[in-house]
């Protein structure tokens, strides 16, 4: 099965305490989403094509104003990523490591 497109990166955030970058909006909440556990395997694909493979490091609790619709969950991958690694425009997507094609909902 190729990769599950989950959403585009809008912005970047670093927060004090929280030992990853967080990337908003996040994953949807809809339906047909499946279940996305922390651990689950990610691919980043920038607008230059560059294709990050990484891992979600933890949900992020965030009050978003205004609130995106469908609601989202912001995410945060693990160090060394950072802003100049994940610009905005970058692609998110539940990776499928056997054959690395992307799949958009």
Request: proline letters at 13%.
């Amino acid at each position: 099965m190729p990769d599950l497109f989950l959403f585009a990166v809008e912005d970047v955030l670093k927060i004090h305490g929280l030992s990853g970058h967080v990337l908003l909006p996040g994953i949807p909440c809809r339906e047909n989403m499946p279940d996305i556990v922390v651990g689950a395997p990610l691919a980043i694909v920038t607008p230059g094509r560059s294709r990050i493979e990484t891992t979600l490091a933890s949900y992020a609790s965030i009050r978003m104003q205004p609130r995106p619709e469908p609601l989202c969950l912001p995410i945060a991958v693990p160090y060394p990523l950072t802003k100049e690694h994940i610009p905005p425009g970058s692609r998110v997507y539940l990776a499928d490591s056997e054959h690395g094609g992307v799949l958009d909902l």
